[in-house]
């Protein structure tokens, strides 16, 4: 043990506690060798060049002093010139010597010896090998003419009298001056504006030469007329400015030479400065200068960062920005990269926007833009994306970046993304609001398929109007599709509210029909304080709670409507004169005006016995009632709730037993098992219980599994949807899910074909004869076009072709540009399309932001532009849930409990409810939907002339169907037999398809100047009054509670738990 002990080594010594007190010498002993660096800067040179040339805060210090101190040399030849009194005597010894005070020369020599040793020892510090460089400067020689001759007089003191001018010192001071301005740029960190930098070099330019002028032209005088300071300053004013009055003039032929050579001194240095001046002017106005941070912290404003500034989407940005009244106040700062063009410029001058509107040349990527921008002091950043380049993802990419080094330099200012492409939308979820434009897109374009004129539908509800468009129109429904353009989505706490406070602890539905009903208002939704989710028509097993936030439709929010209550007696007499028959209903008016609304209040209390009833009816009158409407309870009863009575087409009730067995043998409802990109929202629809084979997705090629190569071939029992665009994107998938989403009946899903080129014999193959609708997606390869505008010209020709070729197929277009709307289906004679071009004008003088909606291709959801919801995003600003309530309703996003969007369409048998009014109350009652609007469609008068074309037109109309079908009786001898062997005779047909599509060409072009067999119009009325009449064919949209929400915890009967929805072309409807 011992021996153990004695074997172990002693502690290094920096482990010894002794040493721990002590420090570690252990060091000292060692052959490291301490090394220090930057000896260089140890030297006393260096340290002086670092004290007055190379730190910034001690440089400015040093450059103020001597910019004062040249000052107090200027100041003390001014007292001399005051206190002198020249003596009688030589001419010429006035001009060399001066009467100087013994104080006054101790003064100057003082400041005379301390400006030559700070010159000296800056020139010794800056001395890098050229002597005569230091020598030769300028002002150093004007150091030395000024400073020498008073050290001289200290050791000559015959010399304290002589003249020394001493006035050029403000020339030494300007210098210092510009020195000083660079030193305090770099002390604060920040760049100060060129602009400020050459309009101060160019004043004190100025300064400098009039007093140089002054100082000479008074001692040059002296021998002459003997000009004082202030005859001087008179004679150069009036010198310079070229007015020459004659009054006052140098005299002697010294005087004169000086002025002379001052005046050429004067051509040469002011226009150079003045040069300089312009040509940053012209700059700045190019850059836009900067927003003050004095601005920024007393002024809100927020910011937009584009890669190119458009017209169009400048006014659309301003339009819908300054729509709101608590906005006027707020500045928009434009940070965008590429010069002002001609026609921004122009409008950013006009007074209204010139004081709002401040454009800043720079990049988001810069922090000095930034901070340009004051981006850290924002309200907001808006960062939309161009949507105008071939690469959508390249685009993309450059908006992830400005979203990122806007994050990256200001953490705290709301972030407003737009975005391309869907599958990049993951790189922004840490901005406050995204809008994927494909998202949306693709969403709308399937939503119109099933539910006509959505996209119409979401553009007027994110659109912020007055509902003043159309009112001054000779027609009835330009008036009332214009007005009720003006409805908008609204919010308000629910125990706050006239509209629904009265509410409290009683059924959604039930609150959304009174509310209606009372005040014409259309409550959609409801948002919990301990949900974040919004949630559509909860339904009526939803109970409102005082805390409620409420979404609501109506022409204004309720904060600027004002409410008139009438008298009884003038109730009574109003109740009796609208309820005298039993077909009238009371009259809401619904005064809009330009801040407020005026809602006449209806009395519910007191109702007049001899008017209609809508309790159900005795069975003991049967034989000899009318059709009745149940009334809407308070509190939701589980046996009326009806969820498929009221547009159920007994699909799937009435299916016999072997196409129930085949139906769920095809079909699952479920998830979809992968996502096509990362923040996809997981939606509830119907799958194939089996992957299909990626060869068997190709319409126009067999394979082993099937021998088809075209659509008549399968025999799809439903219409087709057909799909034309460039390429098969992610944001496809966004097509797909809504038109397969779970609520949709098995029998009512459309074959979806995707067209990914549109020749005339693809066309025919993939079934464009017999399907429900074509969607013609814009194509990313059109937007390489030399014009802006020009770039949807390919499409609006294509389908123009379509419309001739198959005037009956229902095609929905998208345009890049909204202007080009006009062109869709154009007419060149048609003279109702000419007084809607009249109108759109007058409506666009008028200062409206939703002028094109009068043009019928839009009004009747045929064509859209998906740049129309950019104002989704800006309204986003003021309303944080339009992003969220627009995509529950597009299907983008599903909530428990919320519900969705669908259609239901109004036959003769339904005409019994005759209003609005009835048929809310009818839907509240039975299946707990709520309606939003109407899509109406009139038939459009026509003049003679164009009923002739008309005529004429029809007797060359081509009965594409019949050819296609004897073409198909010729091709079953092929089917029967082996397919592959009769390849090559099917490919033989396709010069037929050509030719036959030449001759149409050739017979429509003849007929160039005729008009299309259209002679209806459709529109949207958007939560109309509620005595509207219904009439046949009308389209009611309606948000319809979640199916699953009724579903018990055991296992769910799809009969009574999924509601089916009614689609545009459904052949089956139910009977109100």
């Given at each position: 043990?011992?021996?153990?002990?004695?074997?172990?080594?002693?502690?290094?010594?920096?482990?010894?506690?002794?040493?721990?007190?002590?420090?570690?010498?252990?060091?000292?002993?060692?052959?490291?060798?301490?090394?220090?660096?930057?000896?260089?800067?140890?030297?006393?040179?260096?340290?002086?060049?670092?004290?007055?040339?190379?730190?910034?805060?001690?440089?400015?210090?040093?450059?103020?002093?001597?910019?004062?101190?040249?000052?107090?040399?200027?100041?003390?030849?001014?007292?001399?010139?005051?206190?002198?009194?020249?003596?009688?005597?030589?001419?010429?010894?006035?001009?060399?010597?001066?009467?100087?005070?013994?104080?006054?020369?101790?003064?100057?020599?003082?400041?005379?010896?301390?400006?030559?040793?700070?010159?000296?020892?800056?020139?010794?510090?800056?001395?890098?090998?050229?002597?005569?460089?230091?020598?030769?400067?300028?002002?150093?020689?004007?150091?030395?003419?000024?400073?020498?001759?008073?050290?001289?007089?200290?050791?000559?003191?015959?010399?304290?009298?002589?003249?020394?001018?001493?006035?050029?010192?403000?020339?030494?001071?300007?210098?210092?001056?510009?020195?000083?301005?660079?030193?305090?740029?770099?002390?604060?960190?920040?760049?100060?504006?060129?602009?400020?930098?050459?309009v101060l070099i160019l004043i004190s330019t100025l300064l400098c030469l009039i007093f140089t002028c002054i100082c000479g032209i008074q001692h040059l005088e002296r021998i002459g007329k003997k000009l004082n300071l202030f005859d001087s300053l008179y004679?150069?004013?009036?010198?310079?400015?070229?007015?020459?009055?004659?009054?006052?003039?140098?005299?002697?032929?010294?005087?004169?030479?000086?002025?002379?050579?001052?005046?050429?001194?004067?051509?040469?240095?002011l226009p150079i400065q003045f040069e300089q001046l312009a040509y940053l002017w012209m700059e700045r106005q190019k850059s836009g200068g900067n927003y003050s941070r004095h601005r920024a912290q007393t002024e809100k404003h927020v910011v937009l960062c584009?890669?190119?500034?458009?017209?169009?989407?400048?006014?659309?940005?301003?339009?819908?920005?300054?729509?709101?009244?608590?906005?006027?106040?707020?500045?928009?700062?434009?940070?965008?990269?590429?010069?002002?063009?001609?026609?921004?410029?122009?409008?950013?001058?006009?007074?209204?926007?010139?004081?709002?509107?401040?454009?800043?040349?720079?990049?988001?990527?810069?922090?000095?833009?930034?901070?340009?921008?004051?981006?850290?002091?924002?309200?907001?950043?808006?960062?939309?994306?161009?949507?105008?380049?071939?690469?959508?993802?390249?685009?993309?990419?450059?908006?992830?970046?400005?979203?990122?080094?806007?994050?990256?330099?200001?953490?705290?200012?709301?972030?407003?993304?737009?975005?391309?492409?869907?599958?990049?939308?993951?790189?922004?979820?840490?901005?406050?609001?995204?809008?994927?434009?494909?998202?949306?897109?693709?969403?709308?374009?399937?939503?119109?398929?099933?539910?006509?004129?959505?996209?119409?539908?979401?553009?007027?509800?994110?659109?912020?109007?007055?509902?003043?468009?159309?009112?001054?129109?000779?027609?009835?429904?330009?008036?009332?599709?214009?007005?009720?353009?003006?409805?908008?989505?609204?919010?308000?706490?629910?125990?706050?509210?006239?509209?629904?406070?009265?509410?409290?602890?009683?059924?959604?539905?039930?609150?959304?029909?009174?509310?209606?009903?009372?005040?014409?208002?259309?409550?959609?939704?409801?948002?919990?304080?301990?949900?974040?989710?919004?949630?559509?028509?909860?339904?009526?097993?939803?109970?409102?709670?005082?805390?409620?936030?409420?979404?609501?439709?109506?022409?204004?929010?309720?904060?600027?409507?004002?409410?008139?209550?009438?008298?009884?007696?003038?109730?009574?007499?109003?109740?009796?004169?609208?309820?005298?028959?039993?077909?009238?209903?009371?009259?809401?008016?619904?005064?809009?005006?330009?801040?407020?609304?005026?809602?006449?209040?209806?009395?519910?209390?007191?109702?007049?016995?001899?008017?209609?009833?809508?309790?159900?009816?005795?069975?003991?009158?049967?034989?000899?009632?009318?059709?009745?409407?149940?009334?809407?309870?308070?509190?939701?009863?589980?046996?009326?709730?009806?969820?498929?009575?009221?547009?159920?087409?007994?699909?799937?009730?009435?299916?016999?037993?072997?196409?129930?067995?085949?139906?769920?043998?095809?079909?699952?409802?479920?998830?979809?098992?992968?996502?096509?990109?990362?923040?996809?929202?997981?939606?509830?629809?119907?799958?194939?219980?089996?992957?299909?084979?990626?060869?068997?997705?190709?319409?126009?090629?067999?394979?082993?599994?099937?021998?088809?190569?075209?659509?008549?071939?399968?025999?799809?029992?439903?219409?087709?949807?057909?799909?034309?665009?460039?390429?098969?994107?992610?944001?496809?998938?966004?097509?797909?899910?809504?038109?397969?989403?779970?609520?949709?009946?098995?029998?009512?899903?459309?074959?979806?074909?995707?067209?990914?080129?549109?020749?005339?014999?693809?066309?025919?193959?993939?079934?464009?004869?017999?399907?429900?609708?074509?969607?013609?997606?814009?194509?990313?390869?059109?937007?390489?076009?030399?014009?802006?505008?020009?770039?949807?010209?390919?499409?609006?020709?294509?389908?123009?072709?379509?419309?001739?070729?198959?005037?009956?197929?229902?095609?929905?277009?998208?345009?890049?540009?909204?202007?080009?709307?006009?062109?869709?289906?154009?007419?060149?004679?048609?003279?109702?399309?000419?007084?809607?071009?009249?109108?759109?004008?007058?409506?666009?003088?008028?200062?409206?932001?939703?002028?094109?909606?009068?043009?019928?291709?839009?009004?009747?959801?045929?064509?859209?532009?998906?740049?129309?919801?950019?104002?989704?995003?800006?309204?986003?600003?003021?309303?944080?849930?339009?992003?969220?309530?627009?995509?529950?309703?597009?299907?983008?996003?599903?909530?428990?409990?919320?519900?969705?969007?669908?259609?239901?369409?109004?036959?003769?048998?339904?005409?019994?409810?005759?209003?609005?009014?009835?048929?809310y109350q009818k839907l509240c009652s039975s299946t707990g939907d709520v309606p939003i609007g109407i899509y109406r469609t009139e038939s459009q008068k026509l003049t003679t002339s164009e009923s002739r074309e008309i005529a004429s037109q029809s007797q060359?109309?081509?009965?594409?169907?019949?050819?296609?079908?004897?073409?198909?009786?010729?091709?079953?001898?092929?089917?029967?037999?082996?397919?592959?062997?009769?390849?090559?005779?099917?490919?033989?047909?396709?010069?037929?398809?050509?030719?036959?599509?030449?001759?149409?060409?050739?017979?429509?072009?003849?007929?160039?100047?005729?008009?299309?067999?259209?002679?209806?119009?459709?529109?949207?009325?958007?939560?109309?009054?509620?005595?509207?009449?219904?009439?046949?064919?009308?389209?009611?949209?309606?948000?319809?509670?979640?199916?699953?929400?009724?579903?018990?915890?055991?296992?769910?009967?799809?009969?009574?738990?999924?509601?089916?929805?009614?689609?545009?072309?459904?052949?089956?409807?139910?009977?109100?």
């Amino acid at each position: 043990m011992v021996d153990l002990e004695s074997e172990v080594p002693p502690l290094p010594p920096r482990y010894r506690f002794r040493d721990l007190l002590l420090g570690d010498q252990g060091w000292q002993n060692d052959d490291r060798v301490q090394v220090e660096f930057y000896m260089n800067e140890n030297t006393f040179k260096e340290r002086l060049k670092l004290f007055f040339i190379k730190n910034q805060r001690s440089s400015l210090r040093i450059r103020l002093f001597n910019f004062s101190l040249k000052l107090l040399s200027c100041l003390l030849y001014i007292i001399r010139v005051l206190l002198e009194n020249p003596s009688q005597g030589n001419e010429w010894s006035h001009i060399f010597w001066v009467n100087r005070s013994l104080p006054l020369w101790g003064l100057q020599v003082s400041v005379a010896l301390i400006s030559l040793f700070e010159t000296i020892l800056l020139g010794y510090l800056s001395y890098k090998g050229n002597i005569w460089e230091q020598i030769l400067r300028i002002p150093f020689i004007l150091e030395i003419i000024n400073a020498v001759p008073f050290i001289i007089s200290i050791f000559w003191p015959s010399l304290r009298n002589l003249f020394v001018p001493v006035f050029l010192n403000c020339w030494l001071a300007k210098h210092a001056l510009e020195n000083m301005i660079n030193d305090l740029h770099r002390a604060i960190q920040r760049t100060q504006s060129a602009m400020f930098n050459q309009v101060l070099i160019l004043i004190s330019t100025l300064l400098c030469l009039i007093f140089t002028c002054i100082c000479g032209i008074q001692h040059l005088e002296r021998i002459g007329k003997k000009l004082n300071l202030f005859d001087s300053l008179y004679f150069c004013i009036v010198t310079f400015s070229t007015v020459g009055f004659g009054d006052v003039t140098p005299e002697t032929w010294s005087s004169k030479l000086f002025v002379v050579a001052m005046i050429c001194v004067a051509l040469v240095v002011l226009p150079i400065q003045f040069e300089q001046l312009a040509y940053l002017w012209m700059e700045r106005q190019k850059s836009g200068g900067n927003y003050s941070r004095h601005r920024a912290q007393t002024e809100k404003h927020v910011v937009l960062c584009v890669s190119s500034l458009k017209i169009d989407l400048l006014m659309d940005f301003l339009n819908e920005f300054y729509a709101h009244p608590r906005l006027q106040d707020y500045y928009v700062v434009i940070l965008c990269p590429t010069e002002m063009d001609v026609q921004v410029r122009r409008v950013l001058q006009i007074p209204m926007w010139s004081q709002r509107v401040i454009y800043l040349q720079g990049s988001a990527l810069k922090d000095q833009d930034l901070l340009r921008a004051k981006m850290d002091d924002a309200e907001a950043c808006f960062i939309l994306s161009s949507r105008c380049e071939v690469d959508r993802t390249s685009s993309d990419h450059q908006t992830i970046l400005r979203a990122w080094a806007v994050k990256d330099f200001a953490p705290n200012c709301p972030l407003y993304v737009q975005i391309l492409k869907p599958e990049n939308k993951f790189h922004i979820k840490f901005a406050d609001h995204v809008v994927c434009e494909e998202e949306f897109k693709y969403a709308m374009l399937a939503l119109n398929c099933i539910c006509p004129a959505t996209s119409t539908l979401i553009t007027l509800l994110v659109h912020t109007s007055r509902g003043q468009e159309g009112q001054q129109s000779p027609e009835q429904w330009q008036k009332m599709y214009g007005r009720c353009s003006g409805n908008e989505v609204y919010h308000i706490v629910l125990e706050e509210s006239t509209f629904f406070a009265e509410y409290e602890g009683k059924s959604f539905t039930y609150a959304s029909f009174h509310a209606h009903k009372k005040f014409g208002v259309c409550l959609i939704g409801v948002r919990r304080e301990d949900n974040k989710n919004i949630l559509l028509n909860p339904g009526p097993r939803c109970i409102m709670n005082a805390t409620d936030i409420c979404f609501y439709i109506n022409i204004t929010k309720e904060e600027n409507s004002a409410f008139k209550n009438q008298d009884q007696q003038k109730k009574s007499n109003v109740s009796r004169s609208f309820y005298h028959g039993p077909s009238r209903l009371p009259v809401h008016s619904i005064i809009a005006s330009m801040g407020t609304v005026a809602i006449d209040l209806q009395d519910t209390s007191c109702r007049s016995t001899s008017g209609p009833t809508l309790s159900l009816p005795t069975e003991g009158s049967k034989e000899i009632r009318r059709p009745s409407i149940a009334p809407v309870l308070e509190v939701a009863d589980t046996s009326s709730i009806q969820t498929c009575d009221l547009l159920s087409d007994q699909s799937e009730d009435e299916t016999t037993p072997d196409e129930e067995i085949s139906s769920n043998l095809e079909y699952a409802k479920g998830y979809p098992p992968y996502s096509p990109y990362i923040g996809s929202s997981p939606t509830f629809c119907h799958l194939l219980h089996e992957k299909v084979p990626f060869c068997c997705l190709r319409l126009d090629k067999s394979c082993q599994h099937n021998y088809y190569e075209d659509a008549k071939a399968y025999g799809f029992k439903n219409k087709l949807i057909i799909v034309a665009a460039e390429t098969a994107g992610n944001g496809l998938y966004n097509f797909i899910v809504p038109l397969r989403a779970y609520y949709r009946p098995k029998k009512e899903l459309n074959p979806i074909v995707l067209l990914l080129d549109n020749p005339l014999d693809d066309l025919l193959r993939c079934g464009v004869t017999f399907a429900a609708n074509m969607v013609v997606v814009d194509k990313e390869s059109t937007m390489s076009a030399e014009e802006d505008y020009m770039a949807d010209a390919k499409t609006i020709v294509n389908v123009q072709t379509l419309f001739r070729l198959f005037s009956s197929l229902s095609i929905i277009t998208e345009l890049t540009h909204p202007a080009n709307m006009r062109f869709m289906q154009f007419r060149a004679k048609d003279c109702y399309s000419l007084a809607l071009s009249k109108l759109e004008k007058k409506e666009r003088e008028k200062g409206s932001n939703l002028a094109f909606m009068f043009r019928l291709p839009f009004a009747a959801g045929r064509v859209f532009s998906i740049s129309m919801l950019d104002t989704l995003l800006y309204q986003s600003f003021v309303k944080d849930y339009m992003i969220s309530i627009t995509r529950l309703l597009l299907g983008l996003d599903t909530t428990p409990g919320s519900g969705f969007l669908c259609s239901m369409k109004i036959t003769e048998d339904d005409l019994w409810i005759r209003t609005y009014a009835r048929l809310y109350q009818k839907l509240c009652s039975s299946t707990g939907d709520v309606p939003i609007g109407i899509y109406r469609t009139e038939s459009q008068k026509l003049t003679t002339s164009e009923s002739r074309e008309i005529a004429s037109q029809s007797q060359i109309s081509i009965s594409v169907e019949e050819w296609e079908d004897t073409k198909d009786c010729k091709e079953q001898g092929h089917h029967r037999s082996n397919h592959r062997n009769s390849t090559s005779s099917d490919q033989s047909d396709h010069p037929l398809l050509r030719r036959k599509s030449m001759q149409w060409a050739r017979r429509l072009s003849r007929k160039d100047e005729m008009n299309d067999h259209q002679s209806t119009l459709s529109y949207i009325l958007i939560n109309p009054s509620p005595d509207t009449r219904l009439e046949l064919n009308d389209v009611v949209y309606l948000i319809r509670p979640d199916p699953l929400a009724y579903l018990p915890n055991s296992e769910p009967s799809r009969k009574n738990s999924i509601c089916n929805t009614t689609g545009q072309d459904s052949r089956e409807e139910t009977q109100l």
